[in-house]
């Protein structure tokens, strides 16, 4: 199975941007999730890769951009205006089967595989 890490974590402050970085090679499901303490785990953005298909969270709409490099078999998470709210423990997660219920795009318990985790912070 392959092992998920990601990247590109970092404190800035609002209305900075960050780029997230999670390499994959052999799912068809690549999601983004955040959580702060004391919260459960929350979706923020995946993508079929197969279908180039984007999902998002409305809290980032317009803001976040979730992409799939070919080239470097890389899934990145665009960060854009970033704002106090976003501050987080951000984990790539992966699903290989079929997923064909749309509520579940964003539900972390249709992803099997996990990272460690990456920080962000955003400030004042």
């Known amino acids: 199975q392959e092992q998920l890490a990601e990247s590109g974590g970092g404190s800035v402050q609002a209305g900075g941007s960050l780029r997230l970085s999670c390499p994959a090679s052999t799912y068809a499901y690549i999601g983004w999730f955040r959580q702060t303490p004391g919260k459960e785990r929350e979706g923020v953005a995946t993508i079929n890769i197969r279908a180039s298909k984007m999902h998002y969270a409305d809290s980032v709409k317009g803001r976040f951009t979730i992409s799939h490099d070919m080239a470097n078999q890389t899934v990145y998470l665009q960060m854009m205006n970033l704002k106090p709210e976003d501050t987080a423990m951000y984990y790539c997660?992966?699903?290989?089967?079929?997923?064909?219920?749309?509520?579940?795009?964003?539900?972390?318990?249709?992803?099997?595989?996990w990272g460690q985790g990456t920080q962000v912070t955003v400030s004042l």
């Open positions: 997660a992966a699903r290989a089967p079929p997923l064909y219920d749309y509520r579940k795009f964003l539900d972390p318990s249709a992803f099997g595989s």
